[in-house]
């Protein structure tokens, strides 16, 4: 629609004036009927639905920023195709799942990185310290089988807690949980740039390029909307599992003495640098949780499902729990049974592989679905944290943008704040898992405990006496005791390597989550009227107009303006300031000459100020006329081409950010077209 | 003036109605006096003179900003004190021979740096190199100071060749000074900082970070104006040129065997890499040719110097000539008697008074000296740069920032965009003086050549045949041809190492200030009126206009805007975007029961598009009056705290960033102060 229209080709489309639901209407159709407000026959409180004219924009950068955005984010889809973006239950496994299956891939390291500083003697821990990770992982699967069924709208901790033990907890699991979701992205990519630079040492250097290069990719990809996500994600979950099961089965065969015959990799076990304390294995154990982090996810998400969501979420939920503990318990016993030792430049997981099949093709495939899943599993989070910023935002805690679905139905802001920070993140902790684990865990924990908690609450609420309610109290509390005391553990051993930043982050968070709300709120009264008899209660100060209008000289642009200024107000004032008395004279004689029926005020500024005193005359003009929304008319050039905005206008913006924080002065700009 | 005044108060000021020169008025005197338009018998034209009110911002920011700038730029100076602002002869020495006496740290090493590539047996062939710039000095230093007699107004190549050879050569000689300003400040600052590593080698390794923080020094220093800066740079100039007249007092005393016994630094000369070529010669010399770099500082800088100016500049242009012919030269031949040879980590200077005096206090003092002349011979520059920047911002060939003066009269865009590039050129070519010296002294001999081939051809033109004429000629021609050779050997020889960055970087920015130039001539050619009987002259398309106010739901803020649009305008359209049909039919009970007598359309957007289709419906409604400026009035919220901006106003914005393109529509922000 590049050719200007007259009004008759509006008008006479005759589906222009049709009203009620246009679903499925396609882009392109021209649908707007104007109706001329002057034909109306008296003014009359009327309502007219149009549905958007879907033209793309007619500029020369505004079609350029609409082809890029279609060629990166994909066409636009209807807000009544949301209903089709759900998940089945092997694309959700895929999709949800990909942060906690992918934690198998460092858990077990950080366990070992922990123990070995008591040297060989303290190895054995592992196993303990493993079977206890795998029955805390079965506690809280349980627990949140009850929550997915409890909430089938989604049961994210923030929504839970509020549901049952108010706002101030809700908040702080919501402040933990975005800690936490901003953290996986970071630990996840970082690992995974760990698994690439194992198998192949010469990327080495280039982990935080590499790293903030993949933060980028799946920002983009989730701003293209869930499913395609989901069919993006599929594969690398499932080529990961397969591998680890079929490594797994290799390794304990081998084991038996039948088939392969491994040659477990040989590394120097550190001296011994600390004695075994309980303290030590408690800092193992917790280090080892990270395995835990994501197993929520399924419970935040219960909406991505397909119907009958919350069977098919709990069913999904009991899979990844089981996936996850064969393969997490696996790696662990293998690792155990292998003797091997962490190290700097190649993961557990790599030295694992590599005992069973040498450096042979498989190796590298279970490298390559290692770093897959890993790179990917940040996507989980892209899931997780833009819907928790949604239902803050609903809740007005955070502003407005995060509510707001892009052209694919994607919280985009929520993906972008996500991909900044990890980012930023990345970059400031070099991609370094090591580097980023102690802040890492604490949040879910936390917010584990408060969910579990509140579900113990609700089922003492809720429900009436009897086996159900001891049932489900018994399962949850237990997850919530269980949890709480991990959390404590957590934060405890790893208060000073790191658990102290989110320490301070979630308080902080907490309060300006509610320094937003109440800022809401205070408007949202300011702003209350009535319902009805709007005319009689109309806001005074509102009166005609007094009109301002700067000049810088007299040429067409400030014509313009003027005539402007005397079309909307019969009171204009207009305004020159001169550094120069000779300019100001010239300009004095010019509009004398003129013949324009106006006065014109010079104000000498001995000091070349131009905003400071024209500011100055305006505030005082103001406090004459203390009934009246002052108008300052600003002429404005718009040049032909976009290079050439820094050569035009920089005092009318001068002017309007100094105007901006003065109430009850209305600022108009009045274009002037350069032709070239 | 914080309290507010009623008219009253305004108008009984005697002093307020006073026109004709007001010099001198100190600031805080109030003397705006308002008339009321409406008070005017019928409306004329008027003039009426007012001096600006001083009085400081009121806003808490405003505040805080103004003194944070009186702090760092310093009280704000009148215009009509522009006339002081001139300095003395021995002060004009220190501020404009900075960059000239300074190059005396690095020319010679420079010169030595090329001749060591063919050895040992190269070395005697610095006495002749030094000789010949020492004479191409003489000549520069007599053809300038025709330049000076005639152009006491200030001669700098631009203005010289523009008088006497037309536009297009004065834009190269702009653009090539202009570039070589920018690079003096980079070379300076970085040979400085390589004075201060050689003393303290610890420091090597905040180089770049040194340099960038003497550019920013430097840069405020100039802010707070010229004059100050001489009384700041008057300092270290004299301690440089008198410790290095001791130094080669000394050193040429021990060479007669008087005095001390020097221990000459011995460094082991590199191996031969290149044969002894004539082509080594002249990039020898070629590098040697920067000692001349800022010798026309004080053709350019004549108006800042005292009464009778012209015979001022041209006595301090013989001082410096002869000052920096003698320290060259020293410098130069002490070096060859001693043998030093340069070396990455100590310059040559340090190697000469350690081999004189060695590392006593003195050698300290020399090195601090050298330090202090070179990092404040960037401020020639930050005098120069500006002032040409003013120049051609005058004859429209720059923005128009860089014609005015900051609170201290100092071209403050010309002082802060030099800041910005050299400081840009320093961190790319990381503060290293050999990588930036082959891009340097290309655009400084461009331009003597240019300036005095249009002396030459001035004389000829101007001056009636004899003696005087055929004088005059005879030096500028002589001048004219000589550096114009320099400039060929220096491009020749150093064209591959980096000279061909300026040959792409000056016709560039030659054609880059010929494009600004036409725009401005174009647009001042659309906006001329003629001077006379305005009022039958009005543009078309400025008949009462139609107001189209989007609203976001009915609230206080969105009523003041409505009522707003209705007193300006008869012809008023509510519109508002929905993205849910619910919300959309909510937003229609609403409206129909408020009792406004306006219609509103409501406009569906499936896509959730907010903006777009608002910019195509108002685009429409423009295809509908085609014969009247529209006005967009936009309920704007003030929030009452800086912080809580990206909380309000982000449809606002993008809407009026969408339709600044738009010719004829005008947009209006209304104001709703929140209050809190």
Redesign the interface.
């Known amino acids: 629609m590049g050719t ?4 008759d080709d ?1 008008s006479h489309e005759p589906e222009s004036v049709e009203s009620g ?3 499925g ?1 396609r ?1 392109g159709d021209r649908y ?1 009927r ?5 034909e ?1 026959p008296t ?13 793309r ?1 007619t ?1 020369g ?1 505004g079609r350029l920023y609409h082809r890029l955005r279609l060629f990166v984010i994909g066409q ?5 195709q949301a209903i089709h973006e759900r998940l089945t239950k092997v694309k959700a496994l895929a999709v949800l799942s990909s942060d906690a299956l992918s934690s198998t891939a460092y858990a077990t390291e950080e366990i070992l990185l922990i123990l070995v500083l008591a040297g060989t003697l303290a190895y054995h821990d592992i196993l303990p310290i493993g079977i206890g990770i795998a029955a805390l992982l079965a506690i809280v699967v349980f627990s949140y089988r009850q929550t997915i069924h409890a909430y089938p709208q989604g049961g994210g901790s923030y929504i839970v807690t509020k549901d049952n033990l108010g706002t101030l907890p809700s908040l702080v699991a919501a402040a933990a949980l975005m800690t936490d979701y901003t953290l996986t992205v970071a630990v996840s990519i970082s690992a995974g740039v760990a698994a690439i630079t194992s198998a192949a040492p010469a990327t080495q250097a280039y982990r935080v390029e590499i790293a903030a290069a993949a933060i980028l990719v799946v920002t983009l990809v989730n701003l293209r909307g869930i499913r395609e996500s989901g069919s993006i994600f599929a594969v690398p979950t499932y080529l990961f599992i397969g591998g680890m099961v079929i490594l797994l089965a290799l390794g304990y065969t081998s084991w038996l003495g039948i088939g392969l015959h491994p040659h477990p990799v040989q590394t120097a076990v550190p001296s011994v640098v600390q004695p075994l304390t309980l303290f030590l294995i408690l800092r193992a154990f917790a280090s080892g949780c990270t395995a835990l982090t994501g197993v929520e996810a399924i419970s935040d998400g219960v909406p991505a499902f397909q119907e009958p969501q919350a069977d098919n979420a709990a069913k999904t939920l009991l899979w990844m729990g089981t996936i996850l503990g064969i393969i997490f318990l696996g790696v662990t016993v293998l690792t155990y049974h292998f003797h091997l030792v962490p190290n700097a430049n190649e993961t557990i997981v790599s030295q694992l592989a590599r005992s069973v099949v040498g450096k042979t093709p498989f190796y590298y495939y279970i490298q390559a679905a290692t770093a897959g899943i890993l790179l990917l599993a940040a996507n989980t989070s892209f899931s997780d944290f833009p819907r928790l910023g949604f239902f803050l935002a609903r809740d007005k805690f955070l ?3 995060f509510m ?4 694919r139905l994607a919280y985009s802001t929520g993906i972008v704040v996500l991909g900044l920070i990890s980012g930023t993140l990345v970059v400031i902790f070099k991609a370094s898992v090591s580097a980023l684990i102690p802040l890492y865990a604490v949040g879910v924990f936390v917010a584990f405990t408060l969910s579990q908690a509140s579900m113990t609450y609700r089922w003492w609420k809720k429900e009436p006496r009897g086996h159900r309610r001891t049932t489900g109290m018994t399962i949850n509390g237990l997850g919530a005791v269980t949890t709480g005391i991990v959390a404590l553990v957590i934060i405890a051993t790893k208060f000073l390597t790191g658990a102290w930043i989110v320490l301070i982050i979630v308080p902080v968070a907490v309060w300006q989550l509610r320094k ?1 709300h109440s ?2 709120e ?2 949202s009264h ?4 009535p ?5 009689k209660q ?2 005074p100060g ?4 007094a009109v301002i209008v700067p000049i810088d000289t ?4 400030s ?2 303006a003027i ?2 200024a005397r ?7 207009v305004v020159h ?1 001169a ?3 000779e300019d ?1 004279e010239d ?2 004689r ?20 131009l905003v ?2 024209l500011v ?2 305006i505030e ?2 103001q ?2 006329k ?1 009934d009246r ?1 002052l ?1 300052v008319v600003l002429p404005e ?2 040049p032909a081409h976009l290079y ?1 905005i ?3 206008n ?1 005092t009318a913006w001068r002017l309007r950010t100094a105007l ?17």
């Open positions: 200007p229209r007259g009004p509006v639901t246009r679903r209407r882009p707007i104007i109706v001329r407000s002057s109306l003014p009359r409180s009327t309502t007219e639905f149009v549905v958007a004219d879907l033209t924009p500029s950068l636009p889809l209807q807000t009544s502003p407005h943008q707001y679905r892009g052209d937003i800022h809401y205070k408007v300011q702003l209350y009227v319902p009805e008899h709007l005319e109309l806001p509102t009166g005609p107009t007299i040429n067409r642009a014509l313009v005539e402007y079309q909307i107000s019969a009171d204009v004032l300031v550094d120069e008395r100001a300009l004095q010019r509009w004398e000459r003129s013949g324009l029926q106006l006065p014109l005020t010079i104000i000498e500024s001995p000091y070349r100020e400071g005193p100055r005359y005082q003009v406090e004459l203390p929304l108008t050039f718009v050439q820094p050569l035009h920089q901006w924080t003065h109430s009850g002065i209305a600022v108009t700009s009045v274009p002037y077209r350069l032709l070239d």
